[in-house]
């Protein structure tokens, strides 16, 4: 199994800020996935990370709005970048590693 | 993102009870069918996955039913308790997307003593 760990667990940010999302695995994986999942709704995939190349965005996910960064097959990043209300959702960070895919246990941001 | 349906949205069962949760998928590249267990404040953790080559998959409690004709799928938690409530997931995927999934739209299960 993978076991994933992402930092910060949660956050209170200001419109029109930033915030940098950490995911760290204790295996190397090649393809990482970023997934969005608003309050009691389904996980929308954001972007997929392959390491020592450019993210892979979704329909309605643009790289100004949420760049990744992949410096190594264990970790990631994911920003918010210019953050308002609208974006306040629990993100996820997601591998797959042996034919499985395991997820993170979430940021919970909320933009006020 | 193709579309995965799930049915019902939600979903009270008295304890010992038998949970049933549905899914349909279009796409039929398809060939990965997970389900995830989602606590509060937790990410999803995998409960039990199926492939297209079989039509029925058990663990323990968990029984995976797969019908290729009719692209449907259904999750069945049999003797079902109080510490099954939580939101259940079904997914579908493409192997050849490194195991990317498609989730349906979520159930929440509250299994009442």
């Known amino acids: 199994s993978a076991v994933i760990s992402q930092k910060p667990s949660r956050d209170i940010c200001q419109r029109g800020t930033s915030l940098t999302i950490q995911c760290q695995v204790d295996?190397?994986?090649?393809?990482m996935f970023w997934y969005r999942q608003q309050p009691g709704q389904s996980l929308t995939l954001i972007a997929t990370a392959n390491q020592g190349s450019e993210a892979t965005y979704e329909s309605g996910f643009v790289i100004d709005k949420f760049p990744i960064s992949r410096p190594n097959l264990t970790f990631s990043t994911l920003t918010v970048s210019n953050m308002s209300p609208e974006d306040s959702s629990i993100y996820l960070c997601s591998v797959g590693f042996a034919d499985t895919q395991y997820f993170g246990p979430g940021t919970r941001l909320t933009v006020l | 993102q193709q579309q995965v349906k799930q049915s019902p949205q939600s979903l009270i069962v008295q304890k010992g009870g038998i949970s049933i949760i549905n899914c349909a998928y279009e796409?039929?590249?398809?060939?990965?069918f997970p389900w995830y267990q989602q606590f509060p404040g937790k990410g999803p953790a995998l409960l039990i996955a199926i492939r297209p080559d079989v039509s029925e998959k058990k663990e323990g409690r968990f029984t995976i039913s797969f019908n290729k004709s009719a692209k449907q799928f259904s999750l069945h938690i049999m003797d079902s308790q109080p510490g099954d409530s939580a939101t259940y997931f079904c997914a579908a995927g493409d192997s050849g997307g490194y195991q990317k999934v498609t989730f349906g739209t979520g159930t929440k299960l509250q299994v009442i003593p």
């Open positions: 796409n039929t590249a398809f060939d990965y």
């Open positions: 295996s190397q994986v090649t393809m």
